[in-house]
């Protein structure tokens, strides 16, 4: 099957081995000096392994891979302390991985592992910390210089590869799907269209995991009460896609819900 998964360029690694200790899936192997990808099995391909590198050695691709197994990787994991499987368990859950989070608890379940060891403080567990959500405070406006426009951004992430669908910030939330280029070809986007909503963004064309796309939408569409659907996407046709994948969402989550669409020409105009 072709999926995401790890490369890594030879060349530029210079065996500091710091990935390998970012690889709580155990997909990394330090062999004659150089960080090796041993087993497409273990590997999720999201990339925790990335921030580790000093050298930019590691990237994302997409080729033919086994399948990620989530089964395997615990089989391995769980001998290695709670310590490890709790900060695998953050990372796939501040990647919106619930599936693989689910098969994880099962499988320890059914060999009789103690679960609440894992709930203590798993939080603090290391991750993604691009995926952490977190809500961002809008400043008083007594704080706010004469002229100066502050961001009507109110949660983040944004990009849908990012976002954990059981965040909390998705409760009854004002929800805007935005196309990658619409903030930049719409001058008042954030008075426009941002304020007040929760946002998602991602590019319909050039983001090559469409089908997690949708899965991620679904358990967001299931897990919430959304108040509110807006898309707002570009004129190009390829853009249209945005509003297939939200349609498909919605039908895999089983619900139904008005959506308001906006659609921005190339020259900044609502059409």
């Known amino acids: 099957m072709k999926r995401q998964i790890i490369k ?6 210079n065996g500091c081995g710091n990935c390998i200790t970012g690889c709580h ?46 089964i395997r990787v615990m089989q391995q994991m769980i001998h290695q302390g709670a310590n490890t499987i709790k900060a695998h368990l953050k990372h796939m859950k501040d990647h919106g991985e619930m599936g693989f989070y689910n098969q994880a608890l099962n ?23 691009g995926g952490n959500p977190r809500h961002i405070t809008p400043k008083a406006p007594s704080s706010q210089e004469a002229g100066h426009l502050e961001t009507e951004l109110r949660q983040w992430p944004v990009q849908l590869h990012l976002i954990n669908p059981s965040a909390g910030y998705f409760d009854d939330a004002e929800l805007l799907i935005s196309a990658d ?10 008075r426009r269209f941002l304020k007040g909503k929760v946002v998602i963004t991602f590019c319909p064309k050039l983001d090559k995991d469409i089908d997690r796309y949708i899965d991620k939408l679904a358990e967001i569409f299931k897990l919430h009460k959304i108040k509110s659907l807006n898309i707002v ?26 959506v308001k669409i906006n659609i921005i020409s190339i020259d900044g105009n609502i059409i």
């Open 107 to 129: 499988y320890l379940k059914e060999q009789g592992y103690d679960l609440e060891l894992l709930k203590e403080n798993e939080a603090d567990a290391c991750g993604c910390a």
């Open 181 to 190: 280029c619409v903030p930049y070809a719409y001058a008042d986007y954030h």
């Open 233 to 258: 996407r570009m004129e190009v046709p390829c853009c249209g896609g945005t509003e297939l994948i939200v349609q498909k969402a919605l039908e895999k989550a089983g619900k139904m819900h008005f």
């Open 25 to 70: 899936e155990g997909a990394l192997q330090l062999i004659d000096g150089k960080a090796r990808l041993i087993s497409d099995l273990f590997c999720d391909g999201l990339g925790a392994c990335i921030g580790s590198c000093p050298q930019g050695a590691i990237v994302i691709e997409e080729r033919e891979a086994e399948p990620y197994d989530e």
């Open 8 to 13: 890594i360029d030879e060349d530029m690694c």
